[in-house]
């Protein structure tokens, strides 16, 4: 079946540390995968998407991502973290007009 | 630009009564969604309309719910005789177009079956 995946359900780092988010997909032919943030209360928010051509993507308030085709993977990186990341991350893959979505990683900032 | 408005932004229902949730997408996208967010579940997709038609409900629990489109401006989801596993955040999003868009989503209605 065609999915994303991802394996950490939290993740906690240090304010100005780095940051990275795993997620591995699962799709026949070439991708086209999408980074989501959730804040509190909130809908999501893209923070990226990826489709076929470059394969490191750059996304809002510092955010990026790799795309490998031999790894199967899509993750999400940020250089340095802020307070203001404390939110839930979601990878997403585009089923043609439908996105199927990861379970999300929680990701808590350390001040 | 108000984004997707979703409307109310909390319901709260007994067991066995109807809940009708409500959407704006943004102004001159063709195509809105409907999830379900549990912390169980996840996200999951309910349905697809595209230009205000039906396109895909695969993910509609089929006997208690319903959704319509019946104009650009507002789509709606009704749960009949809702059930305390319906508990949950229906999202709904909008693109500008169906196929590899971005999705722009709501804030969510959280529905509580007491």
């Known amino acids: 079946a065609q999915s994303v995946t991802q394996p950490d359900a939290r993740v906690t780092v240090s304010e100005g540390a780095s940051l990275q988010l795993r997620c591995k997909y699962s799709y026949f032919g070439t991708p086209y995968l999408f980074w989501y943030v959730q804040y509190p209360r909130q809908g999501l928010q893209l923070l990226l998407k990826y489709y076929p051509g470059d394969p490191v993507v750059q996304g809002v308030n510092g955010f990026e991502a790799e795309f490998s085709k031999s790894n199967s993977s899509f993750h999400l990186r940020k250089a340095s973290v802020h307070w203001s990341d404390w939110a839930v991350y979601f990878c997403a893959v585009d089923m043609g007009y439908k996105l199927t979505f990861g379970t999300g990683t929680s990701l808590l900032v350390d001040p | 630009n108000a984004g997707v408005i979703q409307t109310p932004r909390h319901k709260v229902t007994g067991k066995g009564q109807e809940a009708t949730l409500w959407c704006e997408p943004i102004?001159?996208?063709?195509?809105v969604f409907w999830y379900r967010q549990t912390i169980v579940q996840g996200l999951e997709f309910l349905t697809y309309f595209r230009n205000q038609a039906p396109i895909d409900d695969s993910g509609m629990p089929k006997e208690r719910f319903s959704a319509q489109m019946p104009n650009q401006s507002h789509s709606t989801l009704k749960i009949q005789s809702t059930q305390p596993q319906d508990s949950a955040v229906y999202l709904c999003?909008?693109?500008?177009?169906?196929?590899?868009?971005?999705?722009?989503f709501g804030a969510g209605t959280r529905l509580s079956v007491l």
């Open positions: 102004s001159g996208h063709s195509a």
């Open positions: 999003a909008s693109s500008l177009r169906a196929s590899q868009n971005t999705l722009y």
